[in-house]
């Protein structure tokens, strides 16, 4: 990895993630919270990622490992290892900082992203219905984390494109 390109400082563990959030906290910052696989990034991400970034002043983006994609999606993905989902999510300028999921519990978002961030907001997709059967929202209620559901833009999702790329 090239640790002195300047992304790779956005990218944290879960601990350096706890202790910026509460630095950011303290100094009145408003902190968003996103979670998911972000495999094969395309303009439906960057939408999502945009306007959760929005909402707040820092957004911190939870990236699932690629074990747990394996085990939720099948063998045959992620198309992009995690160390590169990483990366990728970093170089955006709506994304501030990154943290790769790590852990059997930790891998859901309220396993461990949602309590070291303690984030104002959390978003999602529209894709996973109305908050409350959100699996993080009773941490969330726990936490006092506002829900914030961005619109799903159609025919853009990773599963269609790998689809239109088999087909060809």
């Not at 929202?137 to 990773?158: C, D, H």
Request: charged residues 30%.
């Amino acid at each position: 990895m090239n640790d002195h390109l300047w992304r790779y400082d956005k990218i944290l563990t879960i601990d350096q993630a706890r202790q910026k959030a509460e630095e950011l906290r303290n100094a009145g910052k408003k902190l968003v919270t996103v979670n998911g696989v972000f495999d094969l990034i395309q303009a439906g991400h960057l939408d999502f990622l945009e306007e959760a970034k929005q909402q707040g002043d820092i957004l911190f983006v939870g990236i699932n490992t690629d074990k747990s994609v394996r085990d939720k999606k099948g063998s045959s993905r992620p198309i992009i290892p995690q160390d590169q989902r990483a990366a990728l999510l970093a170089a955006l300028a709506c994304v501030d900082y990154v943290v790769i999921m790590d852990g059997a519990y930790d891998e859901e978002p309220h396993g461990t992203f949602l309590p070291a961030i303690k984030s104002d907001i959390h978003v999602n997709g529209d894709d996973h219905g109305q908050a409350e059967i959100w699996i993080e929202y009773p941490k969330m209620q726990e936490l006092g984390i506002s829900a914030y559901t961005v619109k799903r833009r159609p025919n853009l999702s990773t599963s269609e494109i790998i689809e239109k790329i088999k087909a060809i």
